[in-house]
């Protein structure tokens, strides 16, 4: 569970980063470039110093070189200009202040206090009778311990005694804090010595409490340990008068084991600000002029003459390469642009992940451009031994390059897939010397591969759209040969006979590779859509045996959204398979939703509203837990997450209000998580969810009846915002509420009329029929409230609607 949750925040982190994109941007243009950059031609012989120089070499031009001395010195000059840094520690004298202070002052209160009742020994023994008769000579021993915590020193038992029986006075602790301001008023270093080695600088002292410095130049005035200690008895004097012997001994040896360094060597610091200022110091370069000799015939190689040949050596082989490869870049990026923009625009392609697609298209084009790069290598270093009439160019037209753009149009349609395809037969042609021959054979290939490939439903799609594009590949590397003029016997019909298997192997290829990505990217064709539109699916078995009516409602939802998803621009065939599976989760707790009651009490009745509202809004967990297990793609997953979006559960509302209170009763709490339908097919199952579980409530399902409950329907559901973030236009509702006109009339179309007589003991209806004894509140719409009754139960418009007249021709 948590790689899960690790994974989610992963996935929501790179769907949710801009910056995502510009990372894989700079991926690709770097592998374009590392494998296509123009290979360098050695101009010049690679000298080594003292080899002999073969012949004279003069500049032809101007050129610049670094001179190593001049720059080594400056940048050594500078480093050396550098002061040490010392670190001082003004807050070392308040603490040990601090600390002795406190331990003297809790050891007191503890002597003056003249029992034990405040302070317990840690490891005294357990005593009989009351506090008062616990000894203080204890207790004080019991505290010895913390006592040289405190201090941060350890005591001997002479020590300790000495100072329990001058009761821990406060003036003890005075003049050792005294003496202690006394050394540490001059400082303490660590290395005095090393200190000292920079007397003639000086250094630089960095307050640590006050985040200051400044440079110190008097640095015999800082004590050293060993001298410090020593220098204890000398301040001491003074202050300890008139204190016997042991005592006076007592505070002297305190102090020298008290006392700590507070100014110390930062040696990161130092060398951190020496590689600045030899960072700061410019390159130094002195110009070779045209004309001038570098190299004279019969000379020994210098290390300067060797400088300044690399320098000439490098310009020269850069001055034709950088040129070519910052143009063929710049297409590249213009390439780029151009799908870019058109995956941003297409409407086609789920919005959820952005970044998802990018890294898709990208990955692709990664691959596509490796393998030109591969078999291009591998094409010109085939052995020559091939037979003559075998020519390694007729290879080239047996590269599948074609299968890329179809392997995209599997999944972004094919406006995107022509791009894309436009984009790797450039990368292509690039790997072949830029040959612009290669370039047409190659675009035309994917452009048609894609378009033949673009409503595949079936696996032997991949191989009739292979088998044609076969055929003109064939056509095309005739019409190439013609154009080339390369038409010479066999050579040639090898080059069609390579053409042909390079489509068939595309369509095959795309064949293995559509799997691949649909696992790896969450992508789901249209192959893989039917095969979860087929009703035998374990899962949809499952639902049709323990929640039969759940089962029937979502084949209605499947019809209902296929019709209205080929108005509107939707995939029909996803749409049908998110309506099928959207209630997947009520499997778990069919008994708790109406349409799989048969004649039984209604489980709700004798439930709070609360815990009947947390029963419905679980089904859309337990529905993406579900599709989770059965491995069902993201965008079912996503449909059924989103189809209540944060629709609110009106009939349990109302119920808690009725029973708690306006007040007691946070609307939000019966409002499903969400999030809202944010793509159009997700958008239709939830009209159509609605409109289905609401129709079956009608008493009398005439035309006219359906046609105001899908208006009024779908306005309450426009107008509660959950429409939001779907591309779903008003045009496209009109649409989608006269298909579910259609449909729902033809599900509820009108029945025989019989005679008026009722049954025997049954109660008569207004129409003639049988009155429903039950009565209203025990239809559907009791236990679906958010799918029934709270939009069902009101078909009158007030004409204040903008959506008024839905589904009216």
Same mark, same amino acid.
């Given at each position: 569970?948590?790689?899960?949750?690790?994974?989610?925040?992963? !996935?929501?982190?790179?769907?949710?980063?801009?910056?995502?994109?510009?990372?894989?941007?700079?991926?690709?243009?770097?592998?374009?470039?590392?494998?296509?950059?123009?290979?360098?031609?050695?101009?010049?012989?690679?000298?080594?110093?003292?080899?002999?120089?073969?012949?004279?070499?003069?500049?032809?031009?101007? %050129?610049?070189?670094?001179?190593?001395?001049?720059?080594?010195?400056?940048?050594?000059?500078?480093?050396?200009?550098?002061?040490?840094?010392?670190?001082?520690?003004?807050?070392?004298?308040?603490?040990?202040?601090?600390?002795?202070?406190?331990?003297?002052?809790?050891?007191?209160?503890?002597?003056?206090?003249?029992?034990?009742?405040?302070?317990?020994?840690?490891?005294?023994?357990?005593?009989?009778?009351?506090?008062?008769?616990?000894?203080?000579?204890?207790?004080?021993?019991?505290?010895?311990?913390?006592?040289?915590?405190?201090?941060?020193?350890?005591?001997?038992?002479?020590?300790?005694?000495?100072?329990?029986?001058?009761? %821990?006075?406060?003036?003890?602790?005075?003049?050792?804090?005294?003496?202690?301001?006394?050394?540490?008023?001059?400082?303490?270093?660590?290395?005095?010595?090393?200190?000292?080695?920079?007397?003639?600088?000086?250094?630089?002292?960095?307050?640590?409490?006050?985040?200051?410095?400044?440079?110190?130049?008097?640095?015999?005035?800082?004590?050293?340990?060993?001298?410090?200690?020593?220098?204890?008895?000398?301040?001491?004097?003074?202050?300890?008068?008139?204190?016997?012997?042991?005592?006076?001994?007592?505070?002297?040896?305190?102090?020298?084991?008290?006392?700590?360094?507070?100014?110390?060597?930062?040696?990161?610091?130092?060398?951190?600000?020496?590689?600045?200022?030899?960072?700061?110091?410019?390159?130094?370069?002195?110009?070779?002029?045209?004309?001038?000799?570098?190299?004279?015939?019969?000379?020994?190689?210098?290390?300067?003459?060797?400088?300044?040949?690399?320098?000439?050596?490098?310009?020269?082989?850069?001055?034709?390469?950088?040129?070519?490869?910052?143009?063929?870049?710049?297409?590249?990026?213009?390439?780029?642009?151009?799908?870019?923009?058109?995956?941003?625009? /297409?409407?086609?392609?789920?919005?959820?992940?952005?970044?998802?697609?990018?890294? %898709?298209?990208?990955?692709?084009?990664?691959?596509?451009?490796?393998?030109?790069?591969?078999?291009?290598?591998?094409?010109?270093?085939?052995?020559?031994?091939?037979?003559?009439?075998?020519?390694?160019?007729?290879?080239?037209?047996?590269?599948?390059?074609?299968?890329?753009?179809?392997?995209?149009?599997?999944?972004?349609?094919?406006?995107?897939?022509?791009?894309?395809?436009?984009?790797?037969?450039? #990368?292509?042609?690039?790997?072949?010397?830029?040959?612009?021959?290669?370039?047409?054979?190659?675009?035309?290939?994917?452009?048609?591969?894609?378009?033949?490939?673009?409503?595949?439903?079936?696996?032997?799609?991949?191989?009739?759209?292979?088998?044609?594009?076969?055929?003109? /590949?064939?056509?095309?590397? +005739?019409?190439? +040969?013609?154009?080339?003029?390369?038409?010479?016997?066999?050579?040639?019909?090898?080059?069609?006979?390579?053409?042909?298997?390079?489509?068939?192997?595309?369509?095959?290829?795309?064949?293995?590779?559509?799997?691949?990505?649909?696992?790896?990217?969450?992508?789901?064709?249209?192959?893989?859509?039917?095969?979860?539109?087929?009703?035998?699916?374990?899962?949809?078995?499952?639902?049709?045996?323990?929640?039969?009516?759940?089962?029937?409602?979502?084949?209605?939802?499947?019809?209902?959204?296929?019709?209205?998803?080929?108005?509107?621009?939707?995939?029909?065939?996803?749409?049908?398979? #998110?309506?099928?599976?959207?209630?997947?989760? !009520?499997?778990?707790?069919?008994?708790?939703?109406?349409?799989?009651?048969?004649?039984?009490?209604?489980?709700?009745?004798?439930?709070?509203?609360?815990?009947?509202?947390?029963?419905?809004?679980?089904?859309?967990? $337990?529905?993406?837990?579900?599709?989770?297990?059965? !491995?069902?793609?993201?965008?079912?997953?996503?449909?059924?997450?989103?189809?209540?979006?944060?629709?609110?559960?009106?009939?349990?509302?109302?119920?808690?209000?009725?029973?708690?209170?306006?007040?007691?009763?946070?609307?939000?709490?019966?409002?499903?998580?969400?999030?809202?339908?944010?793509?159009?097919?997700?958008?239709?199952?939830?009209?159509?969810?609605?409109?289905?579980?609401?129709?079956?409530?009608?008493?009398?399902?005439?035309?006219?009846?359906?046609?105001?409950?899908?208006?009024?329907?779908?306005?309450?559901?426009?107008? $509660?915002?959950?429409?939001?973030? #779907?591309?779903?236009?008003?045009?496209?509702?009109?649409?989608?509420?006269?298909?579910?006109?259609?449909?729902?009339?033809?599900?509820?179309?009108?029945?025989?009329?019989?005679?008026?007589?009722?049954?025997?003991?049954?109660?008569?209806?207004?129409?003639?029929?049988?009155?429903?004894?039950?009565?209203?509140?025990?239809?559907?719409?009791?236990?679906?409230?958010?799918?029934?009754?709270?939009?069902?139960?009101?078909?009158?418009?007030?004409?204040?609607?903008?959506?008024?007249?839905?589904?009216?021709?």
């Amino acid at each position: 569970m948590a790689k899960d949750k690790r994974f989610d925040k992963f !996935k929501e982190w790179f769907a949710n980063t801009e910056s995502i994109r510009w990372i894989i941007l700079f991926v690709v243009v770097a592998t374009f470039v590392m494998l296509f950059y123009p290979a360098p031609e050695n101009f010049l012989k690679n000298y080594a110093v003292g080899d002999v120089a073969e012949r004279d070499i003069k500049a032809p031009r101007n %050129f610049l070189i670094e001179d190593r001395d001049v720059t080594s010195k400056n940048k050594s000059k500078a480093v050396e200009g550098v002061l040490t840094v010392y670190d001082y520690n003004a807050a070392l004298l308040p603490r040990l202040t601090k600390n002795t202070r406190e331990a003297f002052a809790s050891l007191r209160a503890l002597m003056e206090q003249g029992a034990v009742d405040a302070v317990e020994a840690p490891n005294g023994p357990e005593r009989p009778g009351s506090a008062e008769t616990f000894d203080v000579h204890e207790a004080v021993w019991g505290q010895k311990e913390q006592f040289e915590k405190k201090l941060g020193i350890a005591l001997s038992s002479g020590a300790y005694s000495i100072l329990e029986k001058e009761r %821990f006075a406060s003036e003890i602790a005075e003049r050792i804090t005294a003496i202690l301001a006394e050394i540490y008023q001059n400082g303490v270093v660590a290395d005095k010595e090393g200190l000292l080695r920079e007397s003639e600088q000086g250094i630089v002292l960095r307050n640590l409490s006050y985040k200051n410095e400044k440079m110190e130049t008097n640095l015999k005035r800082f004590y050293g340990l060993d001298q410090a200690k020593t220098m204890v008895r000398v301040h001491g004097d003074p202050l300890l008068k008139g204190l016997n012997y042991n005592l006076k001994n007592l505070i002297v040896d305190f102090c020298q084991r008290l006392i700590q360094p507070n100014i110390t060597l930062n040696r990161s610091e130092t060398e951190e600000r020496k590689g600045l200022a030899a960072e700061g110091i410019k390159t130094v370069f002195f110009e070779v002029k045209a004309g001038e000799m570098i190299l004279r015939e019969g000379e020994r190689v210098t290390d300067l003459q060797l400088q300044k040949l690399h320098k000439l050596q490098k310009d020269m082989e850069n001055e034709k390469s950088y040129i070519v490869s910052v143009g063929s870049t710049a297409i590249f990026l213009v390439f780029l642009l151009v799908l870019y923009l058109l995956v941003e625009d /297409n409407r086609n392609i789920a919005t959820g992940n952005r970044n998802k697609n990018i890294l %898709f298209l990208a990955s692709v084009l990664v691959l596509f451009i490796v393998l030109g790069k591969v078999t291009e290598s591998i094409i010109e270093t085939m052995p020559r031994e091939l037979p003559h009439f075998l020519e390694s160019s007729s290879i080239v037209f047996g590269i599948p390059i074609a299968s890329a753009a179809m392997a995209v149009c599997l999944f972004m349609g094919v406006e995107v897939a022509v791009a894309f395809g436009m984009l790797v037969s450039f #990368c292509a042609a690039v790997a072949y010397d830029g040959r612009f021959d290669l370039f047409v054979y190659f675009f035309l290939g994917s452009a048609m591969g894609a378009y033949w490939i673009r409503d595949c439903r079936e696996r032997k799609v991949f191989a009739k759209a292979g088998l044609r594009l076969g055929l003109l /590949n064939t056509v095309l590397a +005739g019409a190439i +040969g013609l154009y080339m003029g390369g038409i010479s016997g066999l050579s040639f019909l090898w080059d069609l006979a390579f053409a042909f298997l390079g489509g068939l192997g595309a369509g095959v290829f795309t064949a293995g590779l559509a799997p691949l990505f649909e696992t790896l990217f969450g992508y789901a064709t249209d192959v893989t859509l039917l095969e979860l539109a087929n009703l035998e699916q374990p899962i949809l078995r499952k639902l049709m045996i323990e929640a039969p009516g759940t089962y029937h409602h979502s084949v209605v939802i499947g019809s209902l959204v296929e019709a209205a998803a080929a108005e509107i621009g939707a995939n029909p065939l996803l749409a049908k398979v #998110c309506g099928y599976f959207h209630d997947i989760g !009520k499997v778990k707790k069919p008994l708790y939703f109406i349409e799989n009651q048969r004649r039984s009490k209604n489980l709700h009745d004798k439930l709070a509203p609360s815990m009947s509202r947390r029963i419905l809004i679980a089904h859309v967990k $337990d529905g993406v837990e579900v599709a989770a297990e059965n !491995k069902l793609p993201k965008v079912v997953l996503d449909a059924i997450q989103q189809h209540h979006g944060t629709s609110l559960i009106r009939f349990f509302y109302d119920k808690a209000v009725k029973l708690q209170g306006d007040k007691s009763v946070k609307e939000e709490d019966y409002r499903y998580p969400g999030p809202k339908p944010s793509t159009k097919e997700a958008g239709l199952v939830m009209l159509a969810d609605v409109c289905e579980a609401a129709s079956r409530t009608l008493e009398n399902p005439t035309p006219a009846r359906i046609q105001g409950l899908v208006q009024n329907l779908i306005n309450k559901i426009f107008s $509660d915002g959950q429409l939001d973030d #779907c591309e779903i236009t008003l045009r496209d509702l009109h649409k989608i509420a006269k298909n579910f006109n259609k449909i729902l009339n033809g599900i509820h179309h009108h029945r025989i009329e019989y005679s008026d007589t009722p049954a025997p003991g049954g109660a008569k209806s207004k129409n003639g029929g049988p009155k429903n004894e039950k009565g209203k509140n025990d239809g559907p719409d009791n236990q679906q409230p958010n799918e029934k009754k709270d939009i069902a139960g009101e078909n009158s418009d007030d004409g204040s609607s903008p959506l008024k007249r839905l589904g009216i021709s």
